[in-house]
C-alpha cells in the first residue's frame, strides 16, 4: 500500500500525522521549512507557534475547555506535548513555545513509520491518499493549486501578532501581579494607566507609522485577532472594554481600579518573556518602540518580539468539502486545520485528529466518522462545511455553535455547564478511538 501524504508540519499536519502512523501506516510528512520560510516562523520545529504561546482556557464550562477535554478524549499529540512544556498561566493553558515545537519535532521524527521530507511541495499529488494542512502561510504556489482546484479567488484574510517583551525590563513599580477577579494563580502582570496616560498612549497610538503591506486597504481582519491599531481608530474608549478593561483588577497596593490596564501573559517557562496580550499589530517596528513605551511599566521595554502581521489563507470550506473533512470531488483528498477555517491553536489540531481519523477509516474501508454536533468537535467541523458559502469566515470554537438543550437555562454558567456534560456524555461514545502517546 502507498504511503500516506501528509502536507505540512503544524498543529494539524502532526495530529493527523502521529494518529495515522499509530494505526500502522507509513506517512510522508512534507513541511517546507527550513528550505523556504514563511513571514512568520522562526524555526524549523514542527508545530511551532507563531500568534501567541497560549493555549487558551482549560476551564472545563468554557469552549476551549471543552474541545480539550474532547481531544484528549481521543489522544491528541499536541495536548500531550503541551502539558510537558506548560507554564504559568492561570486557568488558561500556555506553554514554552520551543519546548513545545521541541517535543512535537522529537514525538514525529522519532516514529518508526514517519517519514519526515524537508522540501516545499508546490503542488496536490494527482493520486494517493493526501491530507493538505498546509495552514494559514500556504506557500504561494500550493496555494495558487489550491485555490485552482477550489474554483475559488483572494479567499485570505491578514491576521497580526503581538510583541512579546523580557521580564526584567517591565517597570515594577508600575505592575502587579493578578488574575481578574482573583480567578486562578496571579500569572499575569498587569499594567495600569490613570486617563491622562491613557489618553497620550492612545492619541500616539492612532496616529503611529504602519506597516500597510499588499492589498492592506482590503482590511480582511479575523475579528478575534483584530491590530490594535485598527480597534482605536473605532472610538477612544474601544481599548479601555477591550484588551485594556480593567474591570476586575483592583490594585493589591491601593484596592483601586485603573483608568485601563494592559495584561502581560507568560510565554517561556523560566518566565524570562512575556507577551502583551491582545496587542496584534502591523505598527512599524520603531513605532512599536515608542508607543507601547509610553506604558508606564513598560517605559523601559525590551522587545524580544515585535508584532508582525502576516497572510493567512484559508479555502470555501462548506463548498469543497464534506463532514468528514474529504474533498466534494476526491474521496482521498483530506484538508486539516486552519487552510479549512477553524481559527485557533486548538482549533487547528482537532481538525487534524478528525482528518486523520477518517483516513485511517479510509484505508481500512470503514465507514467516516462523523462526530456529533453535541460535541464541540463535531459542532466546529459541522459549521465550516456546512455554513453558507457566500458569507463563510474562519470560526472558533464557541457554544453558540451546538444545538440547543432539551431543556432552557437562563443562567449562563450553568447552561454551559450542560453544554459541556452533554457533549462529554457524547464523546465517550468514541473511546475506541484514543490511541496511546507514549
Not at 195 to 214: K, M, T, V
Request: proline share 5%; hydrophobic share 40%.
Amino acid at each position: 500500500m502507498s504511503k500516506v501524504n501528509v502536507i505540512g508540519g503544524g498543529l494539524a499536519g502532526c495530529e493527523a500525522a502521529f494518529r495515522i502512523a499509530q494505526a500502522g501506516f507509513e506517512v510522508d510528512l512534507w513541511e517546507m521549512r527550513p528550505v523556504k520560510s514563511s513571514p512568520a516562523h522562526q524555526t524549523e520545529e514542527l508545530a511551532e507557534l507563531v500568534c501567541s504561546n497560549s493555549l487558551k482556557s482549560e476551564l472545563p464550562n468554557t469552549a476551549q475547555g471543552l474541545l480539550k477535554q474532547e481531544m484528549r478524549a481521543l489522544g491528541s499529540l499536541l495536548l500531550f506535548c503541551a502539558d510537558q512544556a506548560r507554564v504559568p498561566a492561570g486557568s488558561a493553558l500556555a506553554v514554552d513555545r520551543q519546548v513545545f515545537a521541541r517535543l512535537v519535532t522529537e514525538k514525529i521524527t522519532s516514529h518508526p513509520r514517519i517519514k519526515l521530507i524537508r522540501e516545499e511541495v508546490l503542488q496536490i499529488p494527482a493520486e494517493g491518499v493526501t491530507l493538505i494542512a498546509t495552514g494559514p502561510l500556504t506557500s504561494e504556489a500550493l496555494s495558487g493549486q489550491i485555490a485552482a482546484w477550489a474554483g475559488e479567488e483572494n479567499l485570505y484574510f491578514y491576521d497580526a501578532i503581538a510583541p512579546s517583551v523580557t521580564t526584567e525590563s517591565i517597570d515594577h513599580d508600575h505592575a502587579y501581579k493578578a488574575s481578574r477577579y482573583g480567578k486562578g494563580n496571579a500569572d499575569y502582570y498587569n499594567c495600569p494607566l490613570n486617563q491622562e496616560q491613557y489618553e497620550d498612549f492612545y492619541r500616539s497610538l492612532i496616529a503611529a507609522d504602519i506597516n500597510e503591506g499588499h492589498s492592506i486597504d482590503k482590511k480582511l481582519f479575523f475579528q478575534s485577532c483584530m491590530p490594535i491599531e485598527i480597534m482605536a481608530h473605532r472610538g477612544e474608549d474601544t481599548l479601555r472594554f477591550g484588551p485594556l478593561r480593567p474591570i476586575g483588577l483592583a490594585d493589591p497596593a491601593t484596592n483601586e481600579r485603573a483608568y485601563a490596564v494592559v495584561q502581560l501573559r507568560q510565554e517561556d517557562k523560566a518566565g524570562k518573556i512575556f507577551g502583551l496580550v491582545g496587542f496584534q499589530t502591523r505598527l512599524l517596528w520603531g513605532e512599536q518602540d515608542r508607543v507601547f513605551r509610553l506604558i508606564p511599566a513598560l517605559k523601559n521595554a525590551e522587545f524580544v518580539r515585535y508584532g508582525t502581521m502576516h497572510r493567512n489563507t484559508y479555502i470555501n470550506s462548506p463548498r469543497v468539502l464534506q463532514p468528514t473533512l474529504q474533498a466534494r470531488n476526491r474521496e482521498d483528498l483530506f484538508f486539516a486545520g486552519q487552510i479549512t477555517g477553524v481559527e485557533g491553536y486548538m482549533e487547528s489540531a482537532a481538525a487534524g485528529i478528525i482528518a486523520g481519523i477518517n483516513i485511517v477509516k479510509l484505508l481500512t474501508g470503514e465507514k467516516p466518522l462523523i462526530l456529533s454536533p453535541d460535541t464541540m468537535m463535531g459542532a466546529l467541523i459541522h459549521f465550516i462545511t456546512s455554513a453558507e458559502p457566500a458569507n463563510f469566515q474562519p470560526m472558533n470554537a464557541n457554544f453558540g455553535l451546538l444545538p440547543p438543550l432539551e431543556t432552557r437555562i437562563r443562567n449562563k454558567a450553568q447552561r454551559y455547564e450542560a453544554y459541556s456534560q452533554r457533549a462529554l456524555k457524547d464523546i465517550t461514545k468514541y473511546s475506541e478511538l484514543f490511541i496511546e502517546l507514549l
